[in-house]
């Protein structure tokens, strides 16, 4: 499930497959600490950045996380050591299915390491990521 992220004007970026879940992980290992998303949804919302809603990434929160992706990208390979299907597919494909996205993303981030997963082309999406998130509040999903 790849997961679209989109700016009030439009624009969008994409990370494939649960690439997003890794992400994530290496933003709080370099010292982002997340404010939460908000929703108009009714009801009670938790601040999930897991969920495809359309929850909204508050602009500061935004350029938290970018901040901490620049302090990590001199930690991450330019080369992709590992050959056929990426490292965070691979390990997300083989993890027991879970119904909570929390509960799945705490079974495949215990034992990988996003410097790993996140290297190559992938660390040219964080790159670009880097801008994006430079550039305001954005929705996660619909």
């Known amino acids: 499930m790849a997961y679209t992220l989109t700016h009030s004007d439009g624009s969008s970026f994409v990370f494939p497959g ?4 890794y992400v994530l992980k290496l933003l709080e290992q370099y010292g982002w600490v997340p404010v939460g998303t908000i929703t108009l949804e009714p009801g009670s919302w938790d ?37 056929g299907t990426s490292q965070a597919t691979s390990s997300a494909s083989s993890e027991p299915k879970a119904h909570d996205p ?24 964080l790159r670009a990521f880097v801008d994006f998130a430079r550039s305001g509040e954005f929705r996660i999903g619909d």
């Open 18 to 21: 649960e690439e997003w879940w």
């Open 47 to 83: 601040g999930s950045y897991l969920a495809q809603r359309g929850q909204k990434v508050l602009a500061q929160d935004a350029a938290a996380m970018a901040s901490a992706l620049e302090t990590a990208l001199p930690d991450i390979a330019e080369v992709d050591t590992t050959s």
């Open 102 to 125: 929390r509960t799945a993303l705490r079974q495949v981030l215990r034992r990988t390491d996003p410097i790993e997963v996140l290297r190559g082309s992938a660390k040219q999406r």
